[in-house]
């Protein structure tokens, strides 16, 4: 398996545009992490799917934020406007979730989020 | 979300062993411990985890303490590649949800 991808690994965007991050997670994973990572805040959880429901958005930061979950093989994070202050480094992450049992996340590279 | 404590940063010399520290004073029964890595500009990275007893794998050792609040990471012989941001983390059905939540990590420098 290629891993979890992400797309795109670099973007650069205006304020006020829309932006939209992609993540291929691992075949046969049905746990799915979206993570934002700055100097000031570390890495943060955005939004935790299972089984492709989202289960805890509790870390989106605000409306302008929303991920969704179509299929076991792919979700998007959305922001829209962008503002400067969401630059950021993106992770997505996935895991096999199973009662009783615990597992590992495996993550992507990132998609590094300019906006300017 | 239960907590953990690290050491902002450690040093080691090359080929020596390291022990990182995670103090988890208020972990559940059912928590399990999960340690991660983060090289420069890269993704985390899995390293151990474990619920009760000692772990070893080829990257690591994970010793829990038996009351369980505590635990080490242990890097028999350290490298230059392994300078990186350790992550101690506790996971579990604790508000039946199932996150990984990163703390500010140990930042390891390696000295060669």
């Known amino acids: 398996d290629a891993g979890v991808i992400q797309s795109p690994r670099h973007e650069v965007t205006e304020m006020g545009q829309e932006v939209t991050l992609r993540c291929k997670p691992i075949?046969?994973?049905?746990?799915l992490f979206w993570y934002r990572q700055t100097m000031m805040r570390g890495l943060e959880l955005l939004i935790y799917f299972n089984n492709n429901v989202p289960i805890d958005d509790s870390g989106m930061p605000e409306d302008r934020f929303s991920a969704k979950m179509p299929n076991a093989s792919f979700s998007t994070l959305k922001i829209q406007p962008s503002e400067p202050r969401d630059s950021a480094v993106y992770f997505c992450?996935?895991?096999?979730?199973?009662?009783?049992?615990?597992?590992?996340?495996?993550f992507g590279q990132g998609t590094r989020l300019t906006v300017v | 979300d239960a907590k953990t404590t690290q050491p902002n940063s450690m040093e080691s010399n090359e080929e020596e062993p390291v022990h990182l520290p995670c103090n988890h004073s208020?972990?559940?029964?059912?928590?399990?411990i999960h340690w991660y890595r983060q090289l420069p500009s890269q993704g985390p990275e899995y390293v151990i985890h474990?619920?009760?007893s000692n772990v070893n794998n080829r990257m690591a050792s994970l010793a829990i303490a038996e009351d369980r609040k505590s635990s080490t990471l242990i890097l028999h012989r350290a490298t230059l590649r392994d300078a990186a941001v350790y992550y101690c983390i506790l996971r579990g059905p604790t508000s039946g949800t199932y996150k990984y939540i990163f703390g500010t990590g140990t930042r390891l420098k390696v000295l060669a």
């Open positions: 075949s046969g994973h049905n746990s």
């Open positions: 474990g619920l009760t």
């Open positions: 208020t972990i559940s029964g059912t928590d399990y």
């Open positions: 992450a996935s895991s096999f979730h199973r009662t009783r049992r615990d597992t590992e996340a495996f």
